[in-house]
């Protein structure tokens, strides 16, 4: 079809794609993206910070304060405080990050030290279905393996672990495979030569020149060229940049249209949306929330940043795909999610969906692309017609009503959406009603055999190359 401008119910795919087909999370009371110093406090009490984004730039400002001193930071969300580890026993360094409004821990570890473990780890261990990242609460580096690391392989693991010492880092196993999380998901399509894929989109954003454009998985913009916002429907986007594996997994995604709206916002479901303001840094320890329209909308909390993650190459049955740079959680999230938007609670959008194992019954990890990284690469910025067009009226939700239960959600093929603004602090539904029963999304034509819980047969070729179906959905 030929877009002059997407029509309002299907604008610009409000961003995070189509509306989650029950949705379920319990999520955090609002939050004000404020400091709150109480009066009469003493100088070195640490500060009240109401979100982990003020944390972030605590913690980044220390970062810079401290030097080397500094080795990771995370954020107490029961306390609503920023603890700093610091590896100076000079008392005027614990005093700086005191005055600062951190608490201050004294570790073991420098930062420096921690990146060397990870240098070794790569060089020994870059194995199909083992990830690591740096965890701050605990000082060490944490290595997970899936299910698939067995025999001489998990013994290699464990050996280069081991040579590393307990204290430097710790070894962990995961069930279920580390994989891009493909088929089902969100409503934006390229036709390939092998059949469709599927993908989720994460964000809109403004490309540097000027033009509409969204940021998505990279794998996605890998595995197809032209973006539909129907399974059907002719292109309405070009990817201009793409990078997977390596150091990320985004791509820059340029609407044809120059004319289309690009709301900066996360469609939550039920006719609501979050309205995205800028671009945060992920902090460890603060709560984040994920869109996807397979499972919904989940929370979780980011567990690890600049993870790396080795995963079993779709195209090459003796290679790797490793990517680095990516924040790990412990959101679930299954076939169908990838490429979904990340955001904060007051609307920071902080990462897009890559890939992880588990589902959301059983948990997991799922590690997530960095918003800041993927448009400092592309040169994008957040920014657009945000609400315009999501809903005509654009309405406003009540912040304590309940984000949505998926009835009437499923069958949405690039956005059918009622406009509205949502507070992600409301309550989700129950995720039972979820992944298995969707129209258009769980049970896809040529997409291989999905009830939404996960299971891919036949789908795992990110380049829609895939032996046993006639598309590659992501």
Known sequence: MSHKRIPKRKAAIAVGGVAALGAAALL?????????????????????????????????????????????????????????????????TVVQAEK???????????NSELAAVAGTLKTKATIPGTAWAVDPKTNKVVVTADSTVTGTKWDTLESTVQSLGSNMATLKKSSGTFKPLVSGGDAIFSQVADGTVRCSL???????????????AGHCGVAAKDW?????????????????????DFSLVKYNDATTQAPSEVNVGNGQTVAINQAVDATVGE???????????????????????????????????????????????????S????????????????????????????????????????????????????????ATADPSATAGDGSGAGDQAGGDQIGGTADPSATAADPSATASDQTGTGDQTGTGDQTGTGDQTGTGDQTGTGADDTSSSH
């Open 228 to 248: 539909s916002d129907s399974e059907t429907g002719q292109p309405i986007a070009t990817v201009d940049q793409a990078q997977f594996p390596g150091d990320g």
């Open 339 to 394: 490429g979904g938007s990340l955001f904060t609670q007051d609307g920071g959008a902080v990462g897009m969906t890559s890939g992880g194992s588990g589902d959301c019954t059983s948990g997991g990890e799922t590690f997530f692309q960095p918003v800041t990284t993927a448009l400092q690469a592309t040169g994008a910025t957040l920014g657009g017609d945000a609400g315009a067009g999501a809903g005509g009226a654009g």
């Open 287 to 337: 709560t984040v929330f994920r869109m996807g329209s397979t499972t919904g909308l989940h929370d979780g909390q980011v567990t690890g940043l600049d993870a790396t993650v080795n995963f079993q190459s779709e195209t090459d049955p003796n290679g790797v795909d490793t990517v680095t740079g990516l924040i790990q959680t412990n959101v679930c999230a299954e076939a169908g999610d």
């Open 100 to 110: 600062a409004g951190a608490v201050v821990r004294q570790v073991e570890n420098s």
């Open 28 to 92: 955090l009371p609002n939050a004000n993206a404020s400091q709150d110093n109480a009066s009469g406090a003493t100088a070195t009490a640490p500060r009240t910070l109401k979100s982990a984004t003020d944390a972030s730039d605590l913690a980044a400002q220390l970062q810079g304060l401290l030097g080397q001193a500094f080795a990771g930071s995370y954020y107490d969300s029961g306390k609503q405080q920023l603890v700093v580890n610091v590896v100076s026993g000079d008392n005027n």
């Open 202 to 216: 994460g964000f809109n954003v403004t490309a540097s020149d000027g033009s509409p454009a969204f940021l998505t």
